[in-house]
């Protein structure tokens, strides 16, 4: 089906639509630091109290609440004196330090009002992309929730450094969600909702629907939100919803303010459909939630194998190594071009790999012994891209 924009499409989409939100047990929710701070950079106190009373009203009716927040480093902004967001590292995470308190402090206090406690979870890029890590954090949220508590997701920016920083919290909200296994997710924004163009321009359409890439065909998606408050903006929202929904989670963006009709299904936003089978929760870890440590260049023969066959890759297809990597560590596979084709977790250390190259499984097991007839990466530890 094509893009519905413009109106609310028929009633029997809207229903569908809005059944998988209100039926939603477990709703990841993302709001940025645009949609929480004044322009000078403060707490927005009606803003905060607005989106508790909405995440804590759907917490009353027994489901499971998640709240990815950014606004650390916006709220420590005036308190430190600093006009703007600062550029460097250091500030920022001085500014974080200060407003992470003042942030969680806040939620906390307007929570209590409606009998809700919360739990503050501060993330690295490591908690979600080394396997270890992920299952530990999932073992934090997952109790968390069956006490029936609230957690509030931030990334830690106090010691996050520039090389494993996620930049923006949407993909964070992502990831968060396919962790937990969430029903829903739902995008808070400065807009109202995705559209074709600036939403300010007259022939700009509301896209109410998304059900695959081609309904994003033509579709001018823009940049930052408000300038010196937030980093992420509507690029980082759509792909956002691609990871979630490719997880199998529904995706609603809509902006802060509409926050409460969102989760009560009315038809608000736009709604970005999931896949129809989800993957395995292994492969989406590979595929979404890895950073890569180095890269190994295919020779064509290559890439139609692990490509187009789903073959294991074998050295004799490898024309080149990039990177510092160890045995189990994620590696992009790139064609001849340098464009990423899949991602793996090689078998073998960086320093190995220059003096097998181009040589096969079995000259290497006769020259060099039997532990060398391995694959470079199996392809049950292969996703593609």
């Given at each position: 089906?094509?893009?519905?924009?413009?109106?609310?499409?028929?009633?029997?989409?809207?229903?569908?639509?809005?059944?998988?939100?209100?039926?939603?047990?477990?709703?990841?929710?993302?709001i940025?630091?645009?949609?929480?701070?004044?322009?000078g950079?403060?707490?927005?106190?009606?803003?905060?109290?607005?989106?508790?009373?909405?995440l804590?009203?759907?917490?009353?009716?027994?489901?499971?609440?998640?709240?990815?927040s950014?606004?650390?480093?916006a709220?420590?902004?005036?308190?430190?004196?600093?006009?703007?967001?600062?550029?460097?590292?250091?500030?920022?995470?001085?500014?974080?330090?200060?407003?992470?308190g003042?942030?969680?402090?806040?939620?906390?206090?307007?929570?209590?009002?409606?009998?809700?406690?919360?739990?503050q979870?501060?993330?690295?890029?490591?908690?979600?992309?080394?396997?270890?890590?992920y299952?530990?954090?999932?073992?934090?949220?997952?109790?968390?929730?069956?006490?029936r508590?609230?957690?509030?997701?931030?990334?830690?920016?106090?010691?996050?450094?520039?090389?494993?920083?996620?930049?923006?919290?949407?993909?964070?909200?992502a990831?968060?969600?396919?962790?937990?296994?969430?029903?829903?997710?739902?995008?808070?924004?400065?807009?109202?909702?995705?559209?074709?163009?600036?939403?300010?321009?007259?022939?700009?359409?509301?896209?109410?629907?998304?059900?695959?890439?081609?309904?994003?065909?033509?579709?001018?998606?823009?940049?930052?939100?408000?300038?010196?408050?937030?980093t992420?903006?509507?690029?980082?929202?759509?792909?956002?919803?691609?990871i979630?929904?490719?997880?199998?989670?529904?995706?609603?963006?809509?902006?802060?303010?509409?926050a409460?009709?969102?989760?009560?299904?009315?038809?608000?936003?736009?709604?970005?459909?999931?896949?129809?089978?989800?993957p395995?929760?292994?492969?989406?870890?590979?595929?979404?939630?890895?950073?890569?440590?180095?890269?190994?260049?295919?020779d064509p023969?290559?890439?139609?194998?692990?490509?187009?066959?789903?073959?294991?890759?074998l050295?004799?297809?490898?024309?080149?190594?990039?990177?510092?990597?160890?045995?189990?560590?994620?590696?992009?596979l790139?064609?001849?071009q340098g464009?990423?084709?899949?991602?793996?977790?090689?078998?073998?250390?960086?320093?190995?790999?220059?003096?097998?190259?181009?040589?096969?499984?079995?000259?290497?097991?006769?020259?060099?012994?039997?532990?060398?007839?391995?694959?470079?990466?199996?392809?049950?530890?292969?996703v593609?891209?």
């Open positions: 089906m094509g893009t519905a924009a413009g109106g609310a499409g028929p009633t029997t989409q809207n229903g569908r639509v809005r059944e998988a939100v209100t039926t939603a047990r477990r709703v990841v929710v993302k940025g630091s645009s949609s929480l701070t004044t322009t950079g403060g707490l927005d106190e009606a803003r905060v109290t607005a989106l508790v009373d909405a804590a009203t759907r917490a009353g009716q027994g489901r499971e609440v998640v709240l990815v950014s606004g650390a480093i709220a420590g902004l005036a308190p430190l004196g600093l006009p703007r967001r600062p550029r460097d590292l250091a500030t920022q995470q001085a500014a974080a330090s200060v407003g992470q003042l942030l969680i402090g806040r939620y906390a206090a307007s929570f209590a009002r409606h009998g809700v406690t919360v739990g979870v501060l993330l690295t890029v490591d908690d979600v992309t080394r396997r270890a890590h299952r530990n954090a999932y073992r934090t949220l997952r109790k968390l929730l069956d006490l508590a609230v957690p509030i997701v931030n990334e830690n920016d106090t010691v996050a450094t520039e090389e494993i920083r996620f930049g923006d919290n949407d993909r964070l909200a990831l968060v969600a396919a962790l937990v296994h969430a029903d829903l997710l739902v995008l808070l924004s400065d807009v109202d909702a995705l559209w074709t163009g600036d939403p300010r321009r007259p022939e700009s359409t509301r896209i109410t629907e998304v059900r695959g890439e081609e309904d994003l065909t033509g579709v001018e998606i823009g940049g930052a939100g408000r300038a010196g408050v937030g992420g903006g509507m690029v980082t929202k759509v792909e956002a919803a691609r979630a929904t490719g997880f199998g989670i529904p995706v609603v963006l809509t902006a802060a303010p509409l409460a009709a969102a989760l009560a299904g009315e038809p608000v936003g736009t709604f970005f459909h999931p896949v129809r089978q989800r395995t929760a292994r492969l989406f870890w590979l595929a979404h939630a890895t950073s890569p440590r180095g890269r190994l260049h295919l023969g290559a890439v139609q194998a692990v490509v187009g066959w789903r073959k294991s890759l050295p004799a297809g490898i024309t080149a190594v990039d990177g510092a990597f160890t045995a189990g560590d994620p590696v992009d790139v064609d001849a464009a990423p084709v899949a991602r793996g977790l090689v078998n073998y250390d960086a320093v190995e790999l220059p003096g097998l190259l181009g040589r096969s499984t079995g000259e290497l097991a006769a020259t060099l012994g039997p532990a060398y007839e391995r694959e470079v990466v199996h392809r049950d530890d292969l593609l891209l």
